[in-house]
């Protein structure tokens, strides 16, 4: 699977990085939203957007998500945040929350759930 991965703490960019291509997967990463959008726009076969919520720059991930959702439906979404809880109505529909902190193996479950809907 090829995900683009979207976090602006560049420690935790790298560890999501290394955790989903030891498990197989080809991955991409941006360090903002409108990275993001740019690499999605430039780049074809991305299959899963896993994106923080709290990032600098013109949007934040739930505002992404719900443009990704829009322009890109086919992409499975996971988003995550340590800060925020989305509630119903915040997030795409079939879209996964994923509370920081978590596990590798909590983000691979998180993946294959959303990759699922």
Do not use: C, Q
């Not at 990275?35 to 992404?64: K, Q, W």
């Not at 978590?102 to 990759?115: G, K």
């Amino acid at each position: 699977m090829k995900i683009l991965v979207v976090e602006d703490d560049f420690l935790i960019m790298m560890w999501v990085e290394d955790a989903l291509r030891d498990a197989g997967h080809s991955v991409l990463t941006a360090a903002s939203a409108d990275e993001a959008i740019d690499t999605l726009e430039h780049t074809e076969d991305v299959d899963l957007l896993f994106t923080d919520i709290d990032m600098p720059g013109s949007m934040d991930g739930l505002r992404l998500a719900a443009v990704v959702k829009d322009r890109w439906p086919p992409l499975s979404i996971v988003v995550a945040s340590g800060k925020h809880r989305p509630v119903a109505g915040e997030m795409p529909s079939n879209s996964v929350f994923l509370p920081k902190p978590y596990l590798s193996t909590d983000m691979l479950t998180a993946l294959d759930v959303a990759s699922r809907h």
